[in-house]
Structure formats: structure tokens, C-alpha cells
């Protein structure tokens, strides 16, 4: 056996060996084993909701042992967590405490009370308090922006609170992106609004960090798999599954991308042949192209097969179609190729000529004229969207087409349209 797999069998001995503190056993006995909720929803009267997505970063490696590290229970967060992962964690005792106190402008107090890190995300456990009352707070009051350390800028990825019956306490978390494992002290960033003028202030409040204490990921694993798409190509990078989510990250190369709402939530993480619940997605634009990311719940602890599947994503369709403005308005939607388009209205104003359709959600018109037997004029814009129902209870978005023009068209071109396209594509993760 060379060196390195003796090194490697130490460790495994090590971690097998570990065993958790008698205070924990009984709270390990009791963790629920509940599926986390999708979204925090408003618990009325006695509670008010906040929350705010942002975006997320991982790594890719290899598997790692999942639970190598018990620590304290974060006491006070039952209601904010309850039927999430983070809950079946904390009663685990994988929170670090930090009892960190600084005060705002404002005269309310902000208590850092613990952390959880993994290599997907660094999750901040905090307390406001003000005995004069909380009400009154905005977003604006406090609002988080980053974590620094050494070699360690990590933004702000999400956050949910909940306040009081007496409005004098608000209990949050907040999650942000993973931080360097050799970070020693870590410096929360966050802005607030300045009493006289109304002005930003930004405040910081430093806090000792055990890297030790982080939770080690389950898999970290690359994956270097194509999809294509309509108009490009789907880069599957790395899949990084930890205590608390499930990361897939990857490379977009895919002209029509932000023209079809959430087209990343129509990838689906299988595991053990059951899909894995979504919880958000995100892209950033680099000089290397867009990258994306999209994160899922936590993995069960026994893995017999995974799969990613391209159900649902950003299409294309050519269609050159020409509709007959004087005989298409009815109560009869058109075909717009594999969809239906509603004429609803067409008027001359002093903007110019309006024409107000309806069509499927996840349709995005592209190159929309208006012609008479003499010109044609290109859409200048798009104005009054709004969702409504139709009345066979179907969900279509309405909208108005803006022409710059003030002779009354004979006809609608439209040369092609995006949508949400289905694939049913699948690429194998081998399950190590």
C-alpha cells in the first residue's frame, strides 16, 4: 500500500470511530424526517414572512463522508425552520454557535447567533432586536450583502425572517455563497438606512470561524455532459450534494436563454427514480460564457441511481405565419404553431397602432410586423402585460403590440416564436 492509501484508510478509520455526544443521542433519536417546505409562507397573525432569492456558486470534486462533525444545536429557530432541512440539522447539532452582538444606527440590536457551512453554502442564523419596536422595518434597514474573509467574497444567496407577536424581535437566516475552508475570521457586510437622510450606511461585524466545524459534502463529483438545445448547448460541469442541498452547475451556451421565464426549472434531478425537489436556480454571465446553477434538496443517504433530465427548456420554432387582421379577431383562438394565439383588439391611438393578443405563458413572439399593401412596420414594444384566465380556466398572458405607425394594417406577421420546448433528454451520473 503506498502512502497516499495509507493516509486514506487512516481516515476512513477515523471517521468510522467517531461517535456522537451523549447530549446528542436523544436528539438524534428524535430528528424529523419531514420533507422541507418549498417556500416559507406567512403564519398570520402572529408572524410576518421576508424572504429574498438571489444566486448561488459550488464545487466539484469527489465523495466525501457526509456527517464527520457534531456540534451545538442553535436554540430559538424552531418556528423559522420547522419541516426543513436546516431543522433536521440543527436538532442534528450541526450549527456553530457565535453569540456575536453590534448595533445598528437605529438603536436595534443584531445578534449573529450561529453559522452552518458546507461547501455549497454558508448559512448566517441571526437575531434583531429593539424593545421600541420593529414594525417599522424595511429591507432597507438591514440589509445583507456579503461575507469576507481570507480569500473568501461570498454574496448573499437567500434569506428568510420572521417577527414576533410584539414586534420586537425578528429571528432570520440568511444563506450565502460557500466560504474559503481556511478562513479564520469571517466579516459580515451588510447596509443600512441612515435615520436623518434616508441615505445607505454601510456596517460590518467580524466573527471568529471554525472551518473545522463545517459539514462535509456527500458527493462531489464532475459530470462534463452536453445537452443540445434548439439554439445551442447545455453543459452539465459538477454535482455537489451536501447536508443541506444538492448543487448542479454548468455552462450555458444558448442564444434564447432569457427569453423563456424559469427554463432551468425544467431540469429534473432523478435519484432512485423519484425526482428531487428544486429549490431555485441561478445564472451569472463571465467572460467565459453564462454559468449556471441549479439547486436542489438534500440526497437520501442510500444512492442506487441518479439521472439528470432535460424535461422542459428554452425552445424555437420557425413559423412565418401571416394572420388576416380584419377576419381574426374572434372567439376562436389562431394557430401559432404548436400553440394557440388569441386576438383580442386592434385600435389606432397616439402612440400609434395597438394589437392585443393572448398566448400561452411561456411564449415569447420574435419578429413581429404589421403590413399594408404599401409598408411594413416592425413592433416598436410590448406594453400592459398581465396574466388572465380563460374561461376554460387555462392560464394565458396578455399583452399589447406597439406599432409606430398610423396606417391601419391589413395583416400580423410573426416570423417565429420561444417557448418552453420539452426534450425528455437524460444523462447518467454513475453512482460511486
Known amino acids: 500500500m503506498n502512502n497516499v492509501e495509507q493516509r486514506l484508510a487512516d481516515e476512513k478509520t477515523r471517521i468510522a470511530s467517531i461517535t456522537a455526544p451523549e447530549e446528542l443521542e436523544m436528539r438524534l433519536r428524535k430528528a424529523l424526517n419531514s420533507a422541507p417546505a418549498k417556500r416559507t409562507k406567512r403564519i398570520a397573525p402572529i408572524w410576518k414572512v421576508a424572504a429574498v432569492v438571489v444566486l448561488v456558486t459550488v464545487i466539484s470534486g469527489q465523495n466525501y463522508n457526509a456527517f464527520a462533525y457534531y456540534g451545538k444545536q442553535l436554540f430559538g429557530f424552531d418556528e423559522l425552520l420547522q419541516g426543513t432541512t436546516l431543522q433536521q440539522l440543527n436538532e442534528k447539532g450541526m450549527g456553530q454557535n457565535i453569540n456575536k452582538k453590534t448595533m445598528l444606527v437605529d438603536g436595534t440590536e443584531l445578534t449573529i447567533n450561529g453559522i452552518m457551512a458546507d461547501a455549497n453554502q454558508f ?230 397602432i395597438e394589437i392585443t393578443i393572448a398566448s400561452d405563458e411561456d411564449v415569447m413572439l420574435d419578429g413581429v410586423s404589421i403590413e399594408t399593401n404599401n409598408e411594413s412596420t416592425p413592433l416598436k414594444t410590448t406594453i400592459n402585460q398581465k396574466e388572465i384566465k380563460q374561461a376554460d380556466g387555462k392560464l394565458m398572458k396578455e399583452r399589447t403590440l406597439l406599432f409606430d405607425t398610423q396606417t391601419e394594417p391589413e395583416s400580423l406577421l410573426i416570423e417565429g416564436m420561444h417557448y418552453l420546448k420539452a426534450y425528455n433528454k437524460e444523462i447518467e451520473i454513475p453512482v460511486k
Request: overall charge neutral.
Open 123 to 352: 448559512i448566517m442564523y441571526y437575531t434583531l432586536t429593539n424593545p421600541n419596536g420593529l414594525e417599522d422595518m424595511s429591507v432597507d434597514a438591514f440589509r445583507p450583502s456579503k461575507i469576507s474573509g481570507f480569500l473568501t467574497d461570498s454574496n448573499v444567496v437567500s434569506g428568510t425572517s420572521l417577527i414576533n407577536e410584539e414586534h420586537t424581535e425578528i429571528k432570520g437566516t440568511m444563506s450565502f455563497e460557500s466560504v474559503n475552508p481556511f478562513s479564520k475570521k469571517l466579516t459580515l457586510h451588510f447596509w443600512q438606512q441612515l435615520e436623518v437622510n434616508g441615505q445607505m450606511s454601510e456596517g460590518t461585524v467580524t466573527f471568529p470561524y471554525n472551518p473545522n466545524e463545517a459539514m462535509q459534502a456527500q458527493i462531489k463529483q464532475s459530470i462534463n455532459k452536453k445537452v443540445k438545445v434548439d439554439k445551442g448547448t447545455i453543459t452539465f460541469k459538477s454535482i455537489t450534494a451536501t447536508p443541506t442541498m444538492t448543487v448542479i452547475k454548468g455552462k450555458l451556451d444558448v442564444e434564447n436563454f432569457d427569453r423563456v421565464n424559469l427554463a432551468l426549472h425544467g431540469i429534473q434531478l432523478i435519484v432512485n427514480g423519484a425526482p428531487v425537489e428544486i429549490l431555485g436556480s441561478g445564472s451569472q454571465s463571465s467572460l467565459g460564457g453564462r454559468n449556471f446553477d441549479i439547486r436542489f434538496d438534500t440526497l437520501p443517504k442510500e444512492l442506487h441511481s441518479m439521472q439528470i433530465i432535460v424535461k422542459d427548456f428554452a425552445g424555437y420554432q420557425k413559423l412565418d405565419e401571416k394572420y388576416v387582421l380584419q377576419t381574426s379577431i374572434s372567439d376562436k383562438p389562431l394557430k401559432l404553431g404548436d400553440k394557440e394565439l388569441w386576438l383580442k383588439d386592434v385600435s389606432k391611438t397616439s402612440q400609434g
